[in-house]
């Protein structure tokens, strides 16, 4: 079974700071996807980024971007020049990549954003 | 229009009732599931359904029942509810949610139910 850890339940950064958010995860699958997904306190589950474990090449999305290791099984978050709207609960997640689809998430990390 | 939709986003019901949650999406996508986020945020699969086909069934009460008249619906009903159903419960919906794809699944905005 496929495990995603999350290891910081809390971080804050003050705006337009830099900040990473790491997630870690434990599978034996050679295809699988990975995702971020962000969660303000509308309690929406929005889609921050995606990365295909066959691309080598990082995903990015604007401010986000992400650092995938995959030897290390490793998938963290960064967002450049932080917002004030970037306060969220955000979640890692995992995605096999046969069989029936499914996201496995991590514990979330909460992250604030200071003025 | 939203993209998935639920109803109703907020239920606050008594220990034994009868609830449903009815989820609606217009992207035209073939599979819906229903993930549960419990006091803890944390967040896990309960059911998918494929063009009206259950695919995922997780360990879940056989309380727990979803229903899809078509692809297009997802209804959970929750016979006999307890304290431990409080939760958040999300419809969400992805293109093709059977293969190797990796479609991105989206969310609705959750039903937030709460059993006293």
């Known amino acids: 079974a496929q495990t995603v850890t999350q290891s910081q339940p809390e971080m804050s950064v003050q705006e337009a700071e830099t900040v990473t958010l790491s997630c870690t995860y434990d599978t034996s699958e050679n295809n699988y996807y990975l995702f971020w997904y962000k969660q303000p306190p509308s309690r929406q589950m929005i889609l921050v980024i995606r990365q295909e474990a066959y691309k080598q090449q990082n995903a990015t999305e604007n401010r986000f971007s992400v650092n995938f290791q995959k030897a290390a099984k490793s998938f963290s978050l960064k967002i450049s020049d932080s917002q004030l709207g970037d306060t969220a609960m955000y979640f890692c997640?995992?995605?096999?990549?046969?069989?029936?689809?499914?996201?496995?998430f991590g514990q979330g990390t909460r992250l604030t954003i200071n003025p | 229009d939203t993209a998935v939709s639920q109803t109703p986003k907020y239920l606050v019901t008594q220990m034994g009732n009868d609830k449903s949650i009815k989820c609606e999406q217009n992207l035209g996508h073939d599979t819906m599931y229903w993930y549960k986020q419990d006091s803890k945020k944390f967040l896990k699969i309960m059911f998918s359904?494929?063009?009206?086909?259950?695919?995922i069934n997780e360990t879940v009460p056989n309380r727990f029942s979803p229903k899809s008249p078509d692809k297009a619906h997802l209804n959970l009903h929750i016979n006999s509810l307890e304290l431990g159903d409080s939760a958040v419960y999300f419809c969400?919906?992805?293109?093709?949610?059977?293969?190797?794809?990796?479609?991105?699944?989206?969310f609705g905005e959750g039903s937030w139910l709460t059993v006293v």
């Open positions: 969400a919906s992805s293109q093709d949610g059977t293969g190797n794809f990796g479609n991105t699944i989206y």
């Open positions: 359904y494929n063009n009206k086909e259950l695919i």
């Open positions: 997640a995992f995605m096999k990549g046969q069989g029936a689809q499914k996201l496995v």
